[in-house]
Structure formats: structure tokens, C-alpha cells
């Protein structure tokens, strides 16, 4: 089935995270993939917030790989930025797939330079720029 979340601009995001973490169900391994500036990072803050994580702690982890947040309920949340990453081994260095098999939320970005690495069950969301500066997610499950 393939599902579409329209962003009209910034103040519409907390309404389109919400509808996104009801919309993805289960799914804890979910990779955005879109072009510069399309707001990957923008996005992944709203989530992040809606599930009680504090504004001012997410921040692309584009240095570190990955950062963890915690939930209001107190579990992990991991946000990875693969922008720098020139070769899968890198990933690995950084115990990628303990991340993947946590079970708990990996949000990530820049997915497209680790794709051989990705368990099948990812979900893979586009995030792409309509005409008028809106933002349209969509995703097949």
C-alpha cells in the first residue's frame, strides 16, 4: 500500500510526525531518503519530539554518524546521519547492525550510502520538494 504525507510548511510538521508514527505501526528501522536541504533533519526533529524527545537535544549527527535520544518513556532512539560515510565498512565500524537489531527506533539519513546494508524490513520513505516549497513523504509497506 503506498502512503503520502503532505507538509504544507513548518508549522504543519508536529501534526505530520504524528500521523507518520501512526502510519508506520511496528516499522523501527526507517531510512528518509531525499536530495540537500529537503528537510530530513527537520523531520526527524519533529518526530523525535512528538515522542517527547527534547527539542534542543536532536541535532544531526552528521560528525558523529549517530546520536541516541531518549523517549518520554525513557527508550532509545537512534538517529544516524551516513552523509560521510564513503564505504560500508565505515558503518560497521560503528556497530551498525547492534543499532538495527536493538529494536528500538533508528531514524536515518543519507541511506543511500550504506543501501547494501539495510535490512530488508527498512522502511524507505522519500521525502521530496513539491513546487510551492511543501513536503511530500511517501512510502510503500
Known amino acids: 500500500m503506498r502512503h503520502q504525507i503532505i507538509i504544507r510548511d ?3 510538521l508536529e501534526r505530520a510526525a504524528r500521523e507518520f508514527l501512526s502510519e508506520i505501526g511496528d516499522n523501527k ?3 528518509f531518503f531525499a536530495p540537500m ?3 530530513k533533519t527537520t523531520f ?3 518526530v ?3 515522542l517527547g524527545v527534547s527539542e534542543d537535544a536532536v541535532s ?3 560528525f558523529a554518524i549517530v546520536n541516541e535520544y531518549r523517549s518520554a518513556s525513557g527508550e532509545p532512539i537512534y538517529h544516524f546521519d551516513f552523509y560521510r560515510i564513503s564505504k560500508p565498512a565505515e558503518a560497521l565500524d560503528i556497530g551498525l547492525y547492534e543499532y538495527l537489531d536493538s529494536g528500538f527506533l533508528c531514524l536515518m539519513e543519507w541511506p543511500e550510502n550504506i543501501e547494501d546494508l539495510l535490512p530488508d524490513e527498512t522502511l524507505r520513505v522519500s521525502i521530496s520538494v513539491l513546487p510551492d516549497g511543501s513536503r511530500c513523504l511517501s512510502w510503500n509497506d
Do not use: I
Request: with cysteine.
Open 10 to 12: 513548518l508549522s504543519d
Open 44 to 46: 526527524t526533529t519533529a
Open 29 to 31: 528501522l526507517v531510512a
Open 60 to 62: 544531526s549527527p552528521t
Open 48 to 50: 523525535c519530539k512528538v
Open 37 to 39: 536541504g529537503a528537510g
